[in-house]
T-cell receptor, first 111, second 114 residues
């Protein structure tokens, strides 16, 4: 079955700096890769996702890149703000199979 | 849309009691998922429905857990009898048309079994 590894487990950045979170997956048939942001006491919020037919997708300050050959994908947050502080989860799926989540990255943005 | 709605937000109960968690998916969504989140195991899929029909319940940990979806706008997850190891945050999520793609999560129910 699919296995998703996520690094780092914690990340601290200064406000305004960039943050990068990386995930690797094992199932070469996976073709859907979402990223979720979870704030304290709330449910995971879908912030961006990418399908296997594209290599990069951007939405304002966030971007996701996918390298299918190497089976890894990354979340990039530029110009970080205190409100970006949260736990971020990556996941992978074949689209018609359950999402397999990484263990999460706790991002702290220091003002 | 109000998003996925879950109730109660917090539940504290004693071991052996029955617990019922409730979920209202986003209107128009035809997939509904129940997840459990713990520090040790992360996010686990318990069961999911398509058009109110249970499709895969292989993630339900024991027979003490059951889930129903009597109509397109309501689902329940029941634990009977509850045990301390059931303490976790339970999330409901829904999506439209593409199964596991673009799932939207509710705020969760934090269950504590003493």
């Amino acid at each position: 079955g699919e296995n998703v590894e996520q690094h780092p487990s914690t990340l601290s950045v200064q406000e305004g700096d960039s943050a990068v979170i990386k995930c690797t997956y094992s199932d070469s048939a996976s073709n859907y890769f979402p990223w979720y942001k979870q704030e304290l006491g709330k449910g995971p919020q879908l912030i961006i996702d990418i399908r296997s037919n594209v290599g990069e997708k951007k939405d304002q300050r966030i971007a996701v890149t996918l390298n299918k050959t190497a089976k890894h994908f990354s979340l990039h947050i530029t110009e970080t703000q205190p409100e970006d502080s949260a736990v971020y989860f990556c996941a992978a799926s074949r689209g018609n199979t359950p999402l397999v989540f990484g263990k999460g990255t706790r991002l702290s943005v220091i003002a | 849309d109000a998003g996925v709605i879950q109730s109660p937000r917090h539940e504290v109960t004693e071991m052996g009691q029955e617990v019922t968690l409730r979920c209202k998916p986003i209107s128009g969504h035809d997939y509904l998922f129940w997840y459990r989140q713990t520090m040790m195991r992360g996010l686990e899929l318990l069961i999911y429905f398509n058009n109110n029909v249970p499709i895969d319940d292989s993630g339900m940990p024991e027979d003490r857990f059951s889930a129903k979806m009597p109509n397109a706008s309501f689902s329940t997850l029941k634990i009977q009898p509850s045990e301390p190891r059931d303490s976790a945050v339970y999330f409901c999520a829904s999506s439209w048309g593409q199964g596991f793609v673009e799932q939207y999560f509710g705020p969760g129910t934090r269950l504590t079994v003493t």
